[in-house]
């Protein structure tokens, strides 16, 4: 079975500094990635994913994720936070050709952007 | 607006009783999941459906039921067997399983 893993917790940083969220994932074949997003009060959303071709997929609100095969990863960044990104990011695999959309989620990732 | 509705938001039961959790959806998905929420860990898949009238396991469903009698409707049973039922759930649904999943508000469920 795929595991997801968000190597930081929390993260507090201030506005208008950079942002990496690290993930990695175990499996190994083929993989969709998705990175999803809640905002304090709101449902999850999809911020980006990536299925195939160029592995720097760009995703709303200037987030961009890199994938890179040969490390079992997929990073979200953004150059320059701001307070609105506060929330908590959740990175998720599902392997291609498996039956259903088993999504499997890392631990998730608390982002506190300070004024 | 076509969304996912979970209810109630916050729900508490007494220990040993089965409480049923909803989840409406109206965007005409053919696909319906089901996943807890708890700190630290993510969200982990309880049950999920890709059809009406069918169902499968996900990966921590002991002590959890569902039905999908209907396309836009599928709730979760929270049965007494299941050990720590207190948490956060969360009901989404797909296209299909290449599209990502739309996610409802989720229900909070405290046992004591």
């Known amino acids: 079975a795929q595991s997801v893993s968000q190597h930081n917790h929390h993260v507090i940083l201030s506005e208008a500094a950079s942002l990496e969220l690290g993930c990695n994932y175990s499996?190994?074949?083929?993989?969709?990635l998705f990175w999803y997003v809640q905002y304090p009060g709101q449902h999850l959303q999809l911020l980006l994913k990536?299925?195939?071709?160029?592995?720097l997929v760009k995703g709303i609100k200037g987030f961009e994720a890199e994938f890179i095969k040969s490390k079992f990863s997929f990073n979200l960044r953004k150059p320059s936070v701001q307070w609105s990104d506060t929330a908590e990011y959740f990175c998720?695999?599902?392997?291609?050709?498996?039956?259903?959309?088993?999504?499997?989620f890392g631990g998730g990732t608390r982002v506190l952007v300070k004024p | 607006d076509g969304g996912i509705t979970q209810s109630p938001k916050y729900l508490f039961r007494k220990e040993g009783q089965n409480v049923t959790l909803s989840c409406e959806q109206n965007?005409?998905?053919?696909?319906m999941y089901w996943y807890r929420q708890d700190p630290g860990q993510g969200l982990r898949l309880i049950y999920y459906?890709?059809?009406?009238?069918?169902?499968q396991k996900g990966d921590i469903a002991e002590g959890y039921s569902v039905s999908r009698e209907k396309k836009e409707s599928f709730p979760l049973t929270v049965t007494s067997a299941q050990k720590n039922p207190t948490a956060f759930y969360l009901c989404?649904?797909?296209?299909?399983?290449?599209?990502?999943?739309?996610f409802g508000n989720g229900t909070r469920l405290t046992v004591t």
């Open positions: 990536y299925f195939s071709g160029d592995p």
């Open positions: 459906s890709q059809i009406v009238n069918d169902f």
């Open positions: 989404a649904s797909s296209q299909d399983r290449d599209s990502p999943l739309h």
């Open positions: 998720a695999v599902n392997p291609q050709g498996a039956a259903g959309n088993k999504l499997t």
């Open positions: 965007l005409n998905h053919d696909a």
């Open positions: 499996y190994g074949g083929t993989v969709n």
